[in-house]
């Protein structure tokens, strides 16, 4: 009694072994297969993803997709959605450098201003020490003892090397400036992570708000994702935060380096609809945007070091 | 004793405990595959995660069936038994005196056609890893199964690979990529005591020896040495 047939398989198939995929591959992997364009035929597409999420599910698995914080992009994946015996194995990092790992995520999710990311300096010079005492909670008398020498003789060079090798799986990903951030596999899979870590979530779209704008509003601590603004207030023009109707400026002039540009104009023409897309593709998938048109032809190659953020018209911009 | 695909109320536990079970070994499976890289998951790992609760005997070969008919079924992938059948000379005698040793293990491999493995689901960045597989099994067949390790890596030099090189642009490592070969069931070492000590020996191995393995790669070489004996023949 066979529900799912080799199309199924395929996509599933191809998002296990090749890792999270942008939309457009995605999309053209499921046009490539069953000759339809999951953007005329998006009844079809979504029936083909329920699914296949319902026979995941008995897995703790799910197919889903997310946004890259960095530049608004939708990627899918399949992400584990529990965390057992089994899944702990699923890994090929060790306990000190899934520990440096965790020290970056934390450092990312914790910052107030909400840049959604660390610079490279800081992330060599987390100290996994502190990450023990965190989790132990009490401290130990003789802080040394509790502490694993792999934690305490983790160099610079395996902290280097695992942070390459965390971007290259997608774990992290390095933003333009040579910072650090959140990868597409942890914005996937780190969800309920976030929001138990007390992430802000977008007013918008629910999801964390790991790099989003704050309301200027000192009291007010409502985060909106820069794709998500674009959605809700292009229209309108002015943006007016939805809890305490505070304006927001459209072209803030923060100091940080990392800000928009007049570009942001110019970016409009790419959305027409006027929806965000949530993430969880179980619930119904309302008019879905059109994605930017990326100059580069990724279709054999949608894997591996995706450093090069090239500022094109991507939606997002620091 | 068990009848395939349904009656397990002689193994009196629920039909939800039975469910459980079954996704936390398709779980394991999945996981442990994707932490050792593709090496074979031995039969008693699997047995032990049903053991661990149930004490029923052929509960475990139950539970594992229903699980290779979900994979199948969800993932398109096929839960392929291995059976250690030639074991190295170095072990003959561990063996004869363990008897009943269960020595099967399991791989996962994608039922997808070929053609459609290539074009949707391969990924790219490991692609070298194959070649390299099929270049190395092929030279240990074409030795007729046996190969003595300096005449492998006699012949891997002549293709650019040197046992000593740890920086290969695409394998990095090159002794660390023959050795996952090792791991992966694809290859055996054995050691053979001679008149002038102990040679290293690499043989084939239950992967590489598994029928529909074994075929395909004999049709490949067969297409490669027609290609070259064609162009001799021109010239």
Known sequence: MAVLSWKHHTLIQTLLERGPLLEKDFHSIFTAITGQNPGTHQGKFNDYLLKINRELSYLQLDLRACRDPYDGRVYYGVVNNVSDEQSKLGTKYSVPQIAFFKAIVEAIAQDVTAVGCICNMDALNIKLENQVLNNSGSQSQDGSLGIPAAFRNFTMSQKEKTIDQLVIDKWLCYTEDDNIGVGVRSVLDLRSWFHNAGVPSCEVCNEAGLKARSCPNEGCTVRIHQYCLKTKFSQKGVIVCPSCDTQWQYQPPKAEPLELEDEETEVMQSQPSSQPLQSQVQSSLRSRRKRERVGRNDDADTVGCDTRRVTRQSAHLR | ?235
């Open chain 2, 1 to 235: 004793m068990a009848i395939p695909g349904g009656d397990f109320s002689q193994f009196d536990i629920s039909k939800e405990e039975k469910d459980k079970l079954v996704a936390e070994v398709i779980r394991y499976i999945l996981f442990k595959t994707h932490q050792n890289s593709g090496c074979p998951i031995k039969r008693e790992e699997l047995s032990q995660l049903v053991t661990k609760n149930y004490r029923h005997r052929s509960l475990p070969a139950y539970i594992i069936n229903q699980a290779k008919e979900k994979l199948s079924s969800i993932f398109g992938y096929e839960l392929r038994e291995l059976q250690r059948s030639r074991p190295s000379s170095t072990n003959q005698t561990r063996l004869s005196q363990q008897s009943g040793v269960d020595a099967k293990s399991y791989v996962i491999i994608s039922q997808l056609p070929a053609e459609v493995y290539k074009k949707y689901v391969e990924d790219v960045n490991t692609s070298h890893m194959t070649g390299f597989t099929f270049v190395v099994i092929s030279i240990v067949q074409l030795a007729g199964g046996k190969i003595a390790s300096d005449n492998l890596w006699h012949h891997l030099k002549r293709m650019g690979l040197h046992e000593t090189n740890e920086n290969h642009p695409v394998l990095g490592n090159v002794k660390q990529a023959l050795e996952m070969l090792v791991q992966q069931r694809y290859l055996q070492k054995d050691k053979v005591s001679g008149p002038e000590g102990a040679t290293l020996f690499y043989e084939l191995a239950e992967r590489a020896l598994e029928g529909t393995v074994s075929e395909r790669i004999k049709q490949y070489i067969t297409q490669i040495v027609k290609k070259d004996s064609t162009t001799e023949d021109i010239s």
